[in-house]
C-alpha cells in the first residue's frame, strides 16, 4: 500500500495510489465512475503520491521490482537545477543491479557513422535488457519522472549503450533532437580517472535557434556533471538545455547510457 512522507499508508477514495492514475473521459472520475470504466484516459498526475514525497508499494497480486522502487525514490528525493530544468541523481540504479551491469558490459561494440563512439543494443545481453525494462522503459519511472517535472503526456523509450575514446571529436553545444522530449544519460566508468569528463551545459550568449548548434566561444559554461559512477541526469528539451559532450584529451574509454523519451 502505498505511504506519504511519513510512512502513513495513502488510501484516497477516488483511486488506486499504487497504480498510475486513470479517469473516466465522460464524468473525469475512476473508483466512483458510472460508466462501467469503459473509457479512460490518464489521469496527471499519474502517480501524485510520489510529488508529495511518498512512495508506492507491492501489494497483493501487485509487485514493485526492489530495482524500480530505488529509482523511484531517487526520482522523489531529486530537485529540478533552476538554470536548465534538469535532475541529477547519484546512485541512480540499485547497487546490485549496477554492479552487474558493469561486469556485464559488452566486450565487443558496434561501429557507427561516428568516429570515437561505439554502441551497443540494450538487449545486447539479459542484465542491460533488465535495465532496459526495470528502470528506463518501466511505466512507473517514466510517470515519476513526467510528473516530476509536469508534464501531461505519455511516452516511449529509447536508448543505447555508449563508449567513447579521444577519438571522439564531436563536442558543439546544442539541444537534442527535436524528437527527443525528454533525455537521459547514466554513467558507467571503469574506475574513477574520468571524473573531469561528464557532461557540459551551457547558456548561449547570442539569439540562438534551439535547432542550431553552437560553438563553445558563443556560450557561457554554467555547469559540468561529475563522470562518476551511477550518476544519472534527466533533461527535458527547452530554450536552457544547451549540452555539449567534453572535450576527450586524452587516451580513454568513456561508457555510459544514452536515450530519450517521445511523446506518443
Not at 131 to 153: N, S, T, V
Request: hydrophobic share 35%; glycine share 4%.
Amino acid at each position: 500500500m502505498a505511504r506519504d512522507i511519513n510512512g502513513i499508508p495513502f488510501h484516497p477514495s477516488e483511486y488506486n495510489p499504487d497504480f498510475p492514475r486513470l479517469k473516466c473521459k465522460q464524468c473525469g472520475l475512476m473508483n466512483s465512475c458510472s460508466h462501467g470504466q469503459m473509457d479512460m484516459e490518464p489521469w496527471y498526475p499519474r502517480l501524485p503520491i510520489l510529488l508529495e514525497g511518498g512512495m508506492v508499494e507491492s501489494i497483493d497480486d501487485f509487485t514493485l521490482s526492489e530495482y524500480t522502487e530505488w529509482s523511484l525514490q531517487a526520482i522523489v528525493d531529486s530537485e529540478i537545477n533552476k538554470s536548465n530544468g534538469m535532475i541529477v541523481m547519484q546512485n541512480f540504479i540499485h547497487p546490485v543491479l549496477y554492479t552487474r551491469c558493469i561486469d556485464n558490459w559488452p566486450t565487443e561494440m558496434d561501429t557507427i557513422d561516428v568516429e570515437g563512439r561505439y554502441q551497443k543494443d540494450m538487449f545486447c545481453n539479459t542484465v542491460f535488457a533488465t535495465l532496459f525494462q526495470k528502470i528506463f522503459d518501466d511505466e512507473y519511472i517514466k510517470c515519476a519522472i513526467a510528473d516530476k517535472f509536469g508534464l501531461q503526456e505519455e511516452y516511449k523509450t529509447d536508448c543505447w549503450l555508449w563508449q567513447d575514446t579521444e577519438k571522439f571529436t564531436v563536442n558543439d553545444v546544442h539541444v537534442d533532437y527535436k524528437d527527443f522530449d525528454i533525455t537521459f544519460g547514466l554513467y558507467m566508468p571503469q574506475d574513477n580517472s574520468l571524473t573531469n569528463y561528464g557532461t557540459q551545459f551551457w547558456s548561449p550568449d547570442c539569439e540562438a535557434d534551439i535547432d542550431v548548434s553552437l560553438v563553445r566561444e558563443d556560450c557561457t559554461l554554467i555547469k559540468q556533471l561529475p563522470f562518476q559512477h551511477n550518476l544519472c541526469y534527466v533533461m527535458p528539451r527547452s530554450k536552457y538545455s544547451w549540452h555539449s559532450s567534453p572535450i576527450l584529451d586524452k587516451p580513454m574509454t568513456r561508457n555510459h547510457v544514452y536515450g530519450y523519451y517521445k511523446t506518443v
